[in-house]
C-alpha cells in the first residue's frame, strides 16, 4: 500500500531530472535546423554589416536534458566553453567538464573579434547532460 506511492514518487522525479529531450523526430528537425544555421553562417549575410542568424529565437527549451556529446554531435565542436569564472577555447570536441559548451550564431563585420552576439549555449553544471539548453547574448 506504501510502495506505490514511493515508486510513482521515484518514478516522477527521475523523468523530471532527465529534461524534455527524445530522441524523436521534432527534436531531430530541431538539431538539422541549427546545425544548418551555423553551417550557414560564415557564408551568410553582407561582410560589411552584422549577422545574426535567424535560427536565434527558436524555442529550444525542448533540448533540456539532451546529452553533452548528442548536442556536439548534432551542432560539431563547440565554439567556446564558459564557467562562471572564464571563456576559453575548447582544446577537442567537447569542452572540460566544469565547463559549458557555447555555439555562436553571428558573425561580424569584417571582424575576428568573439562576443556581442547570441550565443546557444549548454548548461551542464558539471554533468554529462544539459540541464538547459538556452540563447545568451554575449558582451
Not at 531531430?28 to 561582410?47: A, D
Not at 562562471?84 to 553571428?106: A, G, H, L, M, R
Request: one cysteine or more.
Amino acid at each position: 500500500m506504501y510502495v506505490a506511492p514511493i515508486a510513482l514518487t521515484a518514478l516522477l522525479a527521475a523523468c523530471s531530472a532527465s529534461g524534455n529531450y527524445r530522441n524523436d523526430a521534432a527534436h531531430e528537425e530541431l538539431l538539422q535546423t541549427l546545425r544548418q544555421c551555423l553551417v550557414e553562417l560564415p557564408i551568410s549575410g553582407e561582410r560589411n554589416k552584422d549577422y545574426v542568424s535567424p535560427c536565434v529565437g527558436r524555442d529550444v527549451s525542448s533540448l533540456n536534458g539532451i546529452s553533452r556529446h548528442r548536442l556536439i554531435d548534432a551542432l560539431g565542436p563547440a565554439r567556446l566553453c564558459m564557467s562562471q569564472t572564464e571563456i576559453n577555447f575548447p582544446q577537442k570536441q567537447d569542452c572540460p567538464f566544469d565547463q559549458n559548451p557555447v555555439w555562436s550564431f553571428y558573425h561580424h563585420a569584417d571582424s575576428i573579434d568573439t562576443g556581442g552576439g547570441p550565443e546557444l549555449v549548454c548548461i551542464a553544471n558539471n554533468q554529462m547532460r544539459c540541464t538547459t539548453v538556452e540563447w545568451r547574448r554575449t558582451k
